[in-house]
């Protein structure tokens, strides 16, 4: 295995950051995904909650409560 002078590994560093920086402008900046996650989970919450206390209501009516 041959070692890479300073030479081609900088260009070939140099060349994989401008890569990275060129998908990062593609993609959300990382506060947003966060937001998208947040707000994700807690509308599946909510609606974890909704469908759970609509079934005990169901259950309630059945039974003869009101």
Same mark, same amino acid.
């Given at each position: 295995?041959? !070692?890479? $002078?300073? $030479?081609? &590994? =900088? !260009?070939? =560093?140099? %060349?994989? +950051?401008? &890569?990275?920086?060129?998908?990062?402008? @593609?993609? !959300?900046? #990382?506060?947003?995904? @966060? #937001?998208?996650?947040? %707000?994700?989970?807690? &509308?599946? +919450? /909510?609606? %974890?909650?909704?469908? /759970?206390? =609509?079934?005990? *209501?169901?259950?309630?009516? %059945?039974? =003869?409560? *009101?």
């Amino acid at each position: 295995m041959r !070692a890479r $002078s300073r $030479s081609e &590994a =900088g !260009a070939n =560093g140099q %060349a994989n +950051g401008q &890569a990275n920086r060129q998908a990062d402008k @593609r993609m !959300a900046p #990382l506060w947003l995904r @966060r #937001l998208g996650w947040m %707000a994700g989970l807690w &509308a599946a +919450g /909510v609606a %974890a909650l909704f469908l /759970v206390a =609509g079934l005990i *209501r169901m259950i309630m009516h %059945a039974a =003869g409560m *009101r």
